[in-house]
């Protein structure tokens, strides 16, 4: 089979694990290659899908950190899981601020789903639902301004 032949090949796979769903560059690069592609023909692949607009990290982390936040994870956690997909820190940074106030509104969500509304009662309280939000990646400062109380 020659390389025209092989890098159609490797698109058509390509476009099938984006038909599901938006894929950074890397993480795309890497599900191929495990497939047994050739790199040189992997990379071809990839490079045309990008020039045709139908490959896009800009794309994909603009809709990761929607679907992250809808899902009530905090920065912390959504910049963590895209560097494991391989986006780059300028490209996160651009569009990922955890200094905007919504993720407070986010942070508030989801502990009153888990946890109702009213402020822990006590110190061990407070502690539990700090380290739930924490995990969950929402800022240190995120968490200690939703749970302040200055009672306890």
């Not at 490797?10 to 894929?23: G, I, K, N, Q, T």
């Not at 919504?102 to 946890?115: E, P, Q, Y």
């Not at 009213?118 to 739930?132: C, E, G, H, N, V």
Request: hydrophobic share 35%.
């Amino acid at each position: 089979m020659n390389m025209t032949k092989r890098v159609r090949t490797v698109r058509v796979a390509a476009m099938d694990y984006l038909s599901r769903r938006e894929h950074a560059i890397h993480e795309l690069r890497q599900k191929l290659l495990g497939k047994d592609y050739e790199p040189e023909e992997v990379d071809t692949a990839l490079e045309r899908l990008c020039q045709q607009g139908l490959l896009s990290d800009e794309r994909f982390t603009e809709a990761f950190i929607a679907y992250r936040q809808q899902r009530g994870s905090g920065p912390f956690k959504i910049n963590a899981e895209l560097r494991q997909k391989g986006v780059s820190d300028a490209m996160i940074a651009r569009f990922l601020d955890e200094r905007d106030s919504h993720w407070l509104d986010i942070a508030r969500d989801v502990r009153n789903k888990k946890f109702g509304e009213a402020l822990p009662s006590d110190i061990k309280d407070k502690a539990r639902q700090t380290r739930f939000l924490q995990q969950r990646g929402f800022t240190h400062e995120q968490t200690r301004s939703l749970l302040r109380d200055d009672d306890l």
